[in-house]
């Protein structure tokens, strides 16, 4: 059976404190609320990104739409200048300035018509501009919200490595002072039964198992020797005895 002075195992006691301590201070760090409100807001900045950019290329494209339908209008009206210029200067036989009125009526419907397509597209334009401009701004004030956010979980984040590391560098020292052999044992149940690898036994419980330890198994415990490693059965990890342990 290994041996260790009860001193030693009683550091070891220590040293599960320290070592739980660290894991409770790692826990915390990874389950601020604040990452749960970072993770929620690059959802919703993702989402708000692709409707921003669904948005900005309907915008882009009435844009366009508007570009020809002022074209088109502007190309009527040029060509209804030119022809009030003719019926103007009166030149030509009267059926020719028959033909020319009658396309300058015609031409004067056409207007009216792309001037109302023209008008719908300007008041598409300006709802799906409306929409972006919110869009817009609902992403910066996600953005924000998340820099606020961003500097909550930095000052969370600081104030337990600073913790971590004061914990860490005592864990270290009284790692320092427990002979290697030991430490290898503790960290191989560490490893094995979820980092808690060591715990005391007060009254004849197993505060590893949280449970009364058999009669017969508290007797033949109570007889080993004090500087000989324990085991609790239920559990696998090392009992230490103090005073209080029967």
């Given amino acids: 059976m290994t ?62 739409e508007l570009t020809k339908a002022e074209s088109d209008v502007q190309q009527v009206r040029d060509r209804a200048a030119r022809d009030q210029q003719r019926m103007a200067s009166g030149i030509g036989s009267a059926k020719d300035l028959q033909a020319l009125q009658s396309e300058i009526d015609s031409l004067a419907r056409r207007q009216g018509d792309l001037e109302e397509v023209e008008l719908e597209v300007m008041e598409r334009l300006e709802s799906h501009e409306g929409a972006l401009s919110e869009l817009t701004a609902a992403h910066a004030s996600l953005f924000n919200q998340r820099a606020e956010v961003q500097g909550a979980r930095d000052v969370a984040w600081g104030t337990i490595d600073t913790e971590a590391g004061q914990v860490q560098t005592a864990r270290d020292a009284l790692a320092g002072s427990v002979p290697e052999s030991l430490i290898a044992i503790y960290e191989r149940l560490r490893g094995k039964l979820g980092g808690f690898a060591v715990a005391s036994l007060r009254h004849g419980r197993s505060e590893g198992s949280g449970m009364v330890v058999p009669p017969i198994e508290l007797a033949a415990i109570k007889a080993t020797p004090e500087d000989q490693l324990v085991y609790c059965e239920e559990s696998g990890r090392i009992l230490v005895r103090g005073e209080d342990a029967f």
């Fill in 3 to 64: 041996t260790a002075t009860p001193a030693d195992q009683r550091r070891l006691l220590d040293l599960q404190a320290l070592d739980t301590k660290l894991d409770q201070l790692r826990h915390r760090r990874n389950a601020l609320p604040e990452l749960a409100r970072i993770a929620e807001l690059d959802a919703q900045i993702a989402d708000l990104d692709a409707a921003i950019a669904t948005s900005r290329t309907a915008v882009g494209d009435l844009r366009r």
